[in-house]
């Protein structure tokens, strides 16, 4: 779905992903239309006509996304943001590395290699390190702790299955919730970092915060269900040190892709 701001434009257009859930969430590319951008929330699988579960990413699903953005006549060029959080932060990264269309990238707790599912672009198929799901415990409260299903990144074997971010031409902002109990995603956002300048990325990392941060006025979502599990997944937080992330992280992530993109003429604020 296409979020716009009120007037006639053009601007600055932002691909809005999110992760394991999947179908269409809005409320984020609502929030930043709102603040002058044109929003693009896009689904990848369990939506209408896509696959129900998620098997493979391919690339050019996501360049047409880019490519029918950037046709809009109330859309801004050259270039396109996108934001990203968990497996959306993941396949935002891959953005940055393979689509010259994208400029400017939010990875919110995502991973820094391809886990799980393998990506394809055109003939290139980067390799997923697979998940281990016997290491999923349970924890008193019925919830499902997945933090040690991801294997070591570093592992030379796994290798092959890192997204080649030293190709990145943009801008990069990594958020990271310290006490994310679904990723290492500090670990995952410093092996991104490590193959880029140091001038295309920032961190922005907040203790106490957990996996799902999203805008300011969300509540904690520390537990919750989602499509494919069982039983409801752990992601972790404080509840007054993940609102001070909320918070902090959404005026950065706004004044980020401003500068990146050009600035953006809200008319209301959040």
């Known amino acids: 779905s296409l979020w716009f701001p009120a007037g006639a434009g053009p601007f600055p257009g932002v691909i809005d992903l999110f992760g394991g859930a999947g179908g269409l969430i809005e409320f984020r590319a609502g929030l930043l239309a709102s603040r002058g951008f044109a929003v693009l929330a896009l689904a990848f699988f369990a939506y209408e006509d896509l696959p129900r579960a998620l098997a493979q990413l391919d690339l050019q699903y996501f360049e047409e996304a880019a490519e029918l953005l950037l046709r809009h006549p109330k859309v801004r060029g050259p270039g396109v943001g996108v934001i990203g959080v968990s497996k959306g932060a993941e396949v935002a990264l891959a953005m940055a590395t393979f689509l010259p269309q994208v400029v400017a990238t939010v990875w919110i707790n995502g991973t820094s290699s391809l886990h799980g599912n393998p990506l394809l672009y055109k003939d290139l198929r980067i390799p997923p390190i697979p998940y281990f799901l016997e290491r999923i415990l349970i924890t008193q409260g019925g919830a499902l702790d997945n933090s040690a299903v991801f294997a070591d990144p570093r592992d030379p074997a796994y290798a092959p299955s890192a997204i080649p971010t030293e190709k990145i031409r943009g801008k990069v902002l990594f958020v990271v919730g310290e006490d994310d109990r679904s990723f290492d995603s ?17 961190l922005l990392s ?3 915060a957990g996996h799902l941060i999203e805008p300011p006025g969300s509540p904690l979502c520390s537990v919750s269900s989602i499509r494919g599990t069982p039983l409801p997944i752990l992601w972790g937080g404080e509840p007054q040190a993940h609102a001070k992330a909320q918070e902090h992280s959404w005026q950065e992530i706004v004044q980020f892709l401003e500068g990146q993109l050009g600035g953006a003429a809200a008319t209301m604020k959040l």
């Open 186 to 202: 500090k670990l995952f956002a410093r092996l991104a970092m490590a193959r880029m300048p140091p001038e295309n990325c920032r």
């Open 206 to 208: 907040y203790p106490g």
